[in-house]
């Protein structure tokens, strides 16, 4: 386990092996080492296409052998915060607390915590997750579901869908990639009554599954109301708490690119016709390229990009404009296709590495997302920094248009690197 030394910044080597002597799938494409006397493959398109399909990073192996062992001990039940008792909320259903002016966000991340942490284990929300949605979505789903959960003084605990999508062994849920949400053991689910969705239930235990949630509609306008916002990002830092294994792995792959926590900007390229006919107009390559290098002229120490794509011809194109442009890309070991028939973002065999780039783009220097997509606001919400930290500073890139295009998120100044050491608070 490497926890220690995932949460430091690892040294960068002194010098990049070439692709044919490593079995990473990290593009290690640096012009500062391929010069005109060393030149790299002379099929550069081709070069990537074998990095990303065929070789295998030694990281991604570690999902097979990883334990859902937890990293963080729960301890006894805590009180709710002072400040956080007796507010009035935003909507009829959901915890949307109107919050004081000298409210801190670790003190809404301690009410959140607090009421998962009862001191009587007797009021239940049981969650089967069978959404189809991919995990940007679903987990804002969810995020609502305890907003659902707290409002009506219950613990949220996940409980086994047949469909088995992010987990294929015990306990065949998100707990497999993220930390218990709870301290209270599984109650009988003889008692279990479905959830009314809409209306205030007296039984103890209830259970909601995420399809019918979302079908339900009860939860349209809370977006607005939670857009965001503290609690949002407190929601969130709950629910998506890494297993130790997934920070592990993160850390793998950053020792393979030579880079530490922070030390990159993470960018997100979504190109795939599904998507694309979905919202009507995404970004172009170019405008990634251009928001891209904007970025790296902001920081202007950093010349490493943590590349996250479902498309292998981006990747390609990527790293070619990395060769030209003088900077480094990085990218997990994931199954890549053009089309998204295959729906990889709700596959058990892919959710490792969709937790793993969820944790390192919310530890990036910077995050460069599509606005239409639901990956964007999920990785903006787990940027919540620790202590006195506050929501991540985020502009957008227009290119030529006066439409949004590009989210650039940024964690608030002196939070960086404090997310992981306070994972389990």
């Given at each position: 386990?490497?926890?220690?030394?995932?949460?430091?910044?690892?040294?960068?080597?002194?010098?990049?092996?070439?692709?044919?002597?490593?079995?990473?799938?990290?593009?290690?494409?640096?012009?500062?080492?391929?010069?005109?006397?060393?030149?790299?493959?002379?099929?550069?398109?081709?070069?990537?296409?074998?990095?990303?399909?065929?070789?295998?990073?030694?990281?991604?192996?570690?999902?097979?052998n990883s334990s859902t062992s937890s990293g963080s001990s729960w301890a006894r039940p805590v009180a709710?915060?002072?400040?956080?008792?007796?507010?009035?909320?935003?909507?009829?259903h959901f915890w949307t607390p109107v919050l004081a002016g000298n409210t801190t966000a670790e003190s809404v991340r301690a009410g959140?915590?607090?009421?998962?942490?009862?001191?009587?284990?007797?009021?239940?929300?049981?969650?089967?997750?069978?959404?189809?949605?991919?995990?940007?979505?679903?987990?804002?789903?969810?995020?609502?579901?305890?907003?659902?959960?707290?409002?009506?003084n219950r613990v949220l605990l996940?409980?086994?869908?047949?469909?088995?999508?992010?987990?294929?062994?015990?306990p065949y849920t998100l707990q497999c990639l993220y930390e218990p949400w709870t301290h209270c053991p599984m109650p009988d689910l003889k008692l279990a009554v479905p959830h009314s969705l809409g209306h205030t239930d007296s039984a103890d235990i209830v259970t909601i599954g995420t399809e019918a949630f979302y079908q339900s509609n009860m939860?349209?306008?809370?977006?607005?109301?939670?857009?965001?916002?503290?609690?949002l990002h407190a929601l969130e830092a709950h629910l998506f708490r890494p297993r130790p294994w997934v920070v592990e792995m993160a850390g793998c792959y950053l020792d393979?690119?030579?880079?530490?926590?922070?030390?990159?900007?993470?960018?997100?390229?979504?190109?795939?016709p599904e998507k694309a006919q979905e919202v009507g107009q995404l970004p172009t390559f170019d405008e990634y390229v251009d928001a891209t290098l904007q970025e790296l002229r902001r920081h202007r120490d950093l010349r490493v990009v943590?590349?996250?794509?479902?498309?292998?011809?981006?990747?390609?194109?990527?790293?070619?404009?990395?060769?030209?442009?003088?900077?480094?890309?990085?990218?997990?070991?994931?199954?890549?296709?053009?089309?998204?028939?295959?729906?990889?973002?709700?596959?058990s065999v892919d959710a490792p590495a969709l937790s793993t780039n969820a944790l390192l783009a919310a530890n990036a220097?910077?995050?460069?997302?599509?606005?239409?997509?639901?990956?964007?606001?999920?990785?903006?919400a787990l940027m919540h920094t620790s202590g006195a930290g506050t929501l991540p500073e985020i502009d957008f890139y227009s290119g030529r248009t006066s439409r949004r295009k590009l989210a650039i998120a940024r964690p608030s100044k002196g939070g960086l690197g404090l997310r992981l050491a306070n994972q389990g608070s």
């Open positions: 386990m490497m926890l220690a030394g995932a949460l430091a910044p690892v040294a960068r080597p002194a010098s990049l092996v070439r692709p044919s002597e490593t079995t990473s799938a990290l593009v290690q494409l640096d012009p500062s080492v391929y010069g005109p006397e060393d030149p790299p493959t002379a099929d550069p398109a081709g070069t990537s296409v074998a990095l990303a399909q065929s070789q295998q990073s030694k990281c991604s192996r570690l999902a097979a709710m915060p002072a400040q956080l008792v007796g507010l009035a909320h935003r909507h009829p959140v915590r607090a009421s998962q942490q009862p001191a009587t284990c007797r009021r239940y929300m049981l969650l089967q997750d069978d959404s189809k949605a991919g995990l940007g979505y679903d987990g804002h789903l969810i995020a609502l579901v305890l907003s659902l959960a707290m409002r009506e996940e409980i086994e869908h047949p469909n088995r999508h992010w987990c294929a062994r015990p939860w349209y306008g809370t977006g607005n109301m939670l857009a965001n916002s503290v609690t393979e690119c030579g880079v530490g926590f922070g030390e990159y900007i993470s960018v997100h390229v979504r190109e795939s943590q590349l996250q794509t479902a498309n292998p011809q981006s990747l390609n194109r990527f790293v070619e404009i990395a060769r030209q442009k003088a900077f480094r890309v990085c990218f997990t070991d994931n199954r890549r296709e053009v089309d998204e028939t295959n729906k990889f973002s709700t596959s220097a910077a995050f460069i997302s599509p606005v239409d997509s639901a990956w964007t606001p999920f990785v903006q």
